[in-house]
C-alpha cells in the first residue's frame, strides 16, 4: 500500500558518528522533506528537495546532509557537526503540482538519541 | 520572514467541552491554509485544507475558519474526546517557483481530560 516508510524508528548514535536516517515513498509526490521536531518548538525544516538530484536548504540545514539520488528515497544523514542531534525527525512528501495538492503527507519519525 | 504563530501553545480541556484553538500568519503568497492533528510520536494528520476563497470547513466535530483579510484561521473542537488529546498544527502554503512550500505553526497541545 501507498506511503511513506521511516527506518529505523529508533536510533541511538555515539557523539562524533554520522548517522543516516532513511525515508521512501512509493506515492510518486516529486517534493520531499525532512523536519526535526523538539519539545515546545514545533516543526523545523532542515532540507527540501523539489525534484531529483536537487535540493535546498531550510531553517536549520547545519549539521546535516542530504541526497536525492531516486524520487522514492531522500536519506538524511546527521554528522558530527549537528551539535545537538538528540530530536524526533519526520520525512514528508507533498504533491506540489497545484494549489489545492499540497498535503504533506509524513511518516512514523524517527526518533535520535546520542548516547 | 514567512511565519505562522499560533495559540494557545496548551490547552486543557474536560472530556465533552468545545474549545477553538487560534492561527496567525503573515505568510506570502498565500497559497492554503491546513491543520494538521498530531499524536505524540507519529506524525501529522491533515484534517482539513482551506483556499484564500473559502471561510469554514468542517470535518465531523472539527470546524476550520478562515479571514484571508486579517490572516487569522481558527480551530473549533466541539464535544472533545479524550483521544482529542494532541498536537494541532496549523501549515500555510506558500507559492514559491512554481510550487508551494509548506510553513509550519509550533503547535498547540490539547490535553483532554475524563
Known amino acids: 500500500d501507498g506511503g511513506i516508510t521511516q527506518s529505523p524508528k529508533y536510533l541511538f548514535r555515539k557523539e562524533g558518528q554520522n548517522v543516516t536516517l532513511s525515508c521512501e515513498q512509493n506515492?510518486?509526490?516529486?517534493?520531499m522533506y525532512w523536519y526535526r521536531q523538539d519539545p515546545g518548538q514545533g516543526l523545523r525544516l532542515i532540507y527540501y528537495?523539489?525534484?531529483?538530484?536537487?535540493?535546498q536548504k531550510g531553517d536549520i540545514a547545519e549539521g546535516y546532509s542530504v541526497s536525492r539520488e531516486k524520487k522514492e528515497s531522500f536519506p538524511l544523514t546527521v554528522t558530527s557537526a549537528q551539535k545537538n542531534p538528540t530530536a524526533f525527525y519526520l520525512c514528508?512528501?507533498?504533491?506540489?503540482?497545484?494549489?489545492?495538492?499540497?498535503?504533506?503527507?509524513f511518516g512514523q519519525g524517527t526518533r535520535l538519541t546520542v548516547v | 520572514k514567512n511565519q505562522v504563530e499560533q495559540s494557545p501553545q496548551s490547552l486543557i480541556i474536560l472530556e465533552g467541552k468545545n474549545c477553538t484553538l487560534q492561527c496567525n500568519y503573515t505568510v506570502s503568497p498565500f497559497s492554503n491554509l491546513r491543520w494538521y492533528k498530531q499524536d505524540t510520536g507519529r506524525g501529522p494528520v491533515s484534517l482539513t485544507i482551506?483556499?484564500?476563497?473559502?471561510n469554514t470547513k468542517s470535518n465531523g466535530r472539527y470546524t476550520a475558519t478562515l479571514d484571508a483579510d486579517t490572516k487569522q484561521s481558527s480551530l473549533h473542537i466541539t464535544a472533545s474526546q479524550l483521544s482529542d488529546s494532541a498536537s494541532y498544527i496549523c501549515v500555510v502554503s506558500v507559492a514559491s517557483g512554481g510550487s508551494y512550500i509548506p510553513t509550519f505553526g509550533r503547535g498547540t497541545s490539547l490535553i483532554v481530560h475524563p
Open positions: 482551506m483556499t484564500f476563497s473559502e
Open positions: 514528508a512528501t507533498l504533491d506540489s503540482s497545484t494549489f489545492m495538492n499540497t498535503e504533506a503527507f
Open positions: 506515492l510518486n509526490h516529486d517534493a
Open positions: 528537495s523539489q525534484i531529483v538530484n536537487d535540493f
